[in-house]
Nanobody, 114 residues
Framework: QVQLVQSGGGLVQPGGSLRLSCAAS????????VNWYRQAPGKQRELVAQISGSGTTYYTDSTKGRFTVSRDNAKNTVYLQMNSLEPEDTAVYYC????????WGQGTQVTVSS
């Protein structure tokens, strides 16, 4: 059974940083694309970053240069380091992997506010 367990997140002031973690069980993360999505109130869920099995990363225009996705294969965990956070980054963040069917983490609230 595949499980994705997220940790991190919380409340941070504009310009601050947070790191999200996504630990997997029942699947080997290192061979799969792992995605980070977010969903703000009243908005659709959107992709923010992706890391491939080979370590290639992808970011959207809104997160490029501020967010970094990485993985620790020994821990079967993927991270999302978020720097220079803005109020517009406020959302629930989800990790996601597709192995035939999609699997989602439980979601983590990130609130950027002064």
């Amino acid at each position: 059974q595949v499980q994705l367990v997220q940790s991190g997140g919380g409340l941070v002031q504009p310009g601050g940083s947070l790191r999200l973690s996504c630990a997997a069980s029942g699947i080997i993360f290192s061979v799969n694309f792992v995605n980070w999505y977010r969903q703000a109130p009243g908005k659709q869920r959107e992709l923010v970053a992706q890391i491939s099995g080979s370590g290639t990363t992808y970011y959207t225009d809104s997160t490029k240069g501020r967010f970094t996705v990485s993985r620790d294969n020994a821990k079967n965990t993927v991270y999302l380091q978020m720097n220079s956070l803005e109020p517009e980054d406020t959302a629930v963040y989800y990790c996601h992997v597709r192995v035939g069917v999609p699997y989602w983490g439980q979601g983590t609230q990130v609130t950027v506010s002064s």
